[in-house]
């Protein structure tokens, strides 16, 4: 059959060709439009004749059958594909404004600034992640933002995908991706762990901090291979006014044991979004590399090589949930907050990397102008985060898994359920007042929680009294 | 059109009733039977009774070995399948019988190929066990898409045009598109007798439109099948392989 000729005017599956708005070394990018789609589009085309890459047909294979199965905001919409029988292409929503890859004249940028990008840039690996994708080349010139801010990730060639074959893991023997930001254990062939996509970003997170690239801009594989022992320098010996917690969200990223590094893209997001809970350890005190003799003996040490992952994709990242439980410090009655602990532990004794964020609402007045201060002259907020510290001590959590949040507003479920969405909780613990004047008064926080929250609730009460059922009202939602 | 493909019955009414019944629900028009329709299982006179009706209405249905051995002595087999054959003998009658040995060993549908073992010496009856046996099969034929089962384990394998082969454990319930430009070899568990830990009966659909495979398993009346192994005197083993799906 012959091949239709990709040029401006010329109409392929009714997607009339307009202009070419980019060639790469892999594929060409065109301008299309479809009679019934409203929305701007493009038409991605590989470079696939004879004499070309075979890296451009594979991934493009991938791209076809990742494309079409992915949803939400933080990707490109695939509108269809056409396979290599006929002509090949897949279409997609046309992202306005350009890539990160435009920002780097400006490099290094304002740490909050970063901060923010990358968070966002986090929370879109974490929807990606879910999804059972590796993007697996994560770097400035893959990553878009929408109007509103989302950040959105383009370019699936070299993704793995949990439940499709992947294609790339037969086809090279060496690691296929963009040197600067790969993740140690690619030089080793492993493709099926998301944690690498957290190095890559903690590459960009380094590069866009202090302008330089942590591990260089080596291509070879030798210059790839030396980071399976060698530790890039701290960026507080790049920038002396670096910031500590930075610092130790740069590095943890940038481990090179997997297990090391954030368990999740989305616990990544959250220490970003709360930099001043950022648990600060030795990582973010670090002037210097490693000592040469620590780097050579990871490098002739074959038992400290970064394993890969030991679970599907959907299981590991359901091993580290954001659990949030929600806290009356204040008024709660003591029962009902030590049942609260009860629960918690249960839920995190099964989950070793889950992390636990504890949440009190200040509820603010909706006329009258509130006082930080009490009648005692101390501040209520750090009360309550002091309040919320004491309450979780006998979890005897790790201190990196541990944060606490007072909220301040009018009402307190929609906080909660606020700030449940903006830090893609998990799992939602909540307590029932029980047969109190306030409940039947102002209605049930719990209740309006359980109901309206999109991640899973479990609403809990205190024990009963002794004449009563021993059964615990524990409602997993 | 959207096909139910079904593997490795093996006698196994409650299994194969339910797989029917799940592939009818989720739309299939046209089913193919990859072959061992009796062996193992306590009825294989409603299996290939079922089998013959349905391939009256246009399924598509090849030969499995222990088909062969229904008719023929010479199949060699371990001692279990030995014993069930020879009580499967004495149950079907004459149509029955030369149902099974009528059947074909392999069949072709537009760019398909159906076969039991794998294509490219269908009568030796070998495993695909690894890329290397799925790269064989592949090799012998230009089908754009070979079915098969035998193996009793769900895997999907690839061959792209420069022979370098991929292989997966496809995970139940999701589509995966079988790309033009590349060969695919599609091996289905079981229905009658799951040996991937799953007891639950398997069986795939593809679309033929989107060339999406889809593996799906359908739960069973586990206990029946096995009380009905047990109940007329077949290896024990057989009915308890049942419940671990091994």
């Avoid at chain 1, 040490?301 to 091993?319: C, E």
């Avoid at chain 1, 510290?389 to 929609?414: F, G, M, Y």
């Avoid at chain 2, 061959?159 to 139940?172: C, D």
Wanted: charge should be neutral; glycine fraction near 6%; charged fraction near 25%.
């Amino acid at each position: 059959m012959p091949k239709p000729l990709v040029k401006p005017g010329a109409v392929i599956d009714g997607y009339t060709i307009g202009e070419c708005v980019h060639a790469g070394g892999m594929a060409t990018l065109w301008t299309v439009t479809h009679v019934g789609i409203d929305a701007p589009l493009l038409m991605k085309i590989p470079r696939a004749s004879e004499g070309e890459d075979p890296a451009a047909i594979v991934s493009f294979e991938m791209e076809m059958m990742i494309l079409p199965r992915l949803t939400g905001p933080h990707v490109p919409h695939c509108y269809g594909t056409g396979d290599f029988a006929h002509q090949a292409y897949a279409v997609i929503e046309r992202i306005s404004g350009t890539t990160l890859y435009k920002r780097l004249p400006d490099l290094p940028l304002p740490y909050d600034e970063v901060r923010l990008l990358v968070a966002k840039i986090a929370t879109a690996l974490a929807d990606l992640h879910r999804q059972n994708v590796i993007h697996h080349d994560i770097k400035p010139s893959s990553i878009m933002f929408r109007d509103n801010g989302e950040a959105v990730l383009i370019d699936f060639g070299l993704s793995h995908h949990d439940h499709l074959p992947d294609l790339l893991q037969a086809e090279f023997r060496l690691p296929y991706g963009t040197a600067p930001y790969m993740a140690p254990e690619r030089i080793l062939g492993v493709r099926d762990d998301p944690r690498s996509d957290l190095f890559s970003l903690g590459v960009l997170l380094y590069f866009f901090t202090t302008g330089e690239r942590p591990f260089g801009e080596g291509e070879t594989l030798r210059a790839i291979r030396r980071r399976l022992w060698r530790d890039p320098y701290p960026p507080r010996a790049l920038r002396s006014d670096y910031p500590p917690w930075l610092q130790e969200v740069v590095l943890r990223c940038l481990e090179i044991e997997p297990d090391w590094r954030y368990p999740t893209a989305a616990q990544l997001a959250f220490d970003l979004t709360h930099p001043d809970q950022v648990k600060l350890t030795a990582r973010a005190e670090r002037m210097k590399r490693d000592p040469l003799s620590v780097a050579w003996r990871r490098r002739f040490n074959p038992d400290v090589k970064p394993s890969g992952a030991r679970s599907d994709l959907a299981t590991q990242i359901a091993m580290s949930p954001i659990v949030t439980v929600a806290l009356d410090t204040a008024e709660g009655a003591p029962e009902l907050n030590e049942s609260l602990r009860v629960t918690t532990e249960r839920i995190l004794a099964t989950l070793p990397s889950a992390r636990l964020a504890c949440v009190n609402v200040l509820k603010l007045n909706r006329i009258a102008v509130d006082k930080t201060l009490d009648e005692q002259g101390s501040n209520k907020h750090i009360d309550r985060l002091v309040a919320l510290r004491h309450w979780a001590t006998p979890l005897k959590l790790d201190e990196n898994r541990l944060s606490v949040h007072v909220l301040e507003a009018v009402d307190p479920a929609t906080a909660l359920l606020e700030f449940a969405e903006m830090n893609s909780v998990d799992h939602l613990i909540i307590g029932a007042r029980q047969n109190s004047f306030r409940r039947t008064w102002l209605g049930s926080v719990s209740a309006k929680v359980a109901a309206e929250a999109t991640c899973t609730v479990t609403v809990v009460r205190p024990p009963r009294m002794a004449a009563a059922k021993p059964d615990a009202g524990v409602v997993w939602g | 059109m959207l096909l139910a493909v079904f593997s490795d019955i093996h006698g196994n009414r409650q299994a194969f009733e339910a797989c029917l019944k799940a592939a009818r629900a989720k739309g299939a028009e046209r089913f193919v039977m990859l072959g061992d329709f009796v062996g193992y299982g306590a009825d294989p006179e409603w299996v290939v009774d079922t089998a013959m009706e349905l391939v009256t209405q246009g399924a598509v249905a090849v030969r499995g070995n222990h088909d062969q051995a229904v008719n023929s002595s010479s199949e060699t087999m371990n001692n279990e399948a030995q014993i069930a054959i020879e009580w499967t003998r004495g149950r079907l009658d004459v149509a029955q019988r030369r149902f099974l040995a009528e059947l074909p060993m392999l069949v072709e549908d537009g760019d398909r190929l159906f076969v039991h073992s794998e294509a490219s010496q269908p009568q030796r009856w070998h495993y695909i066990r690894s890329t290397a046996d799925a790269a064989k099969s592949l090799i012998s034929t230009p089908a754009h898409v070979t079915f098969c089962g035998h193996i009793h384990r769900p895997a999907l394998y690839s061959m792209s045009v420069t022979a370098k082969m991929t292989g997966l454990v496809p995970k139940t319930d999701v589509s995966v598109p079988l790309l033009r430009g590349r060969q695919w070899l599609a091996v289905l568990g079981a229905v009658g007798q799951p040996r991937d830990g799953d007891p639950s009966a398997a069986f795939v659909l593809f679309d033929t439109v989107s060339c999406q495979v889809t593996y799906c398993r359908a739960p069973y009346d586990v206990a029946t099948a096995a009380n009905r192994i047990r109940e007329n005197g077949l290896p024990h083993w057989l009915a308890d392989r049942l419940s671990e799906g091994r």
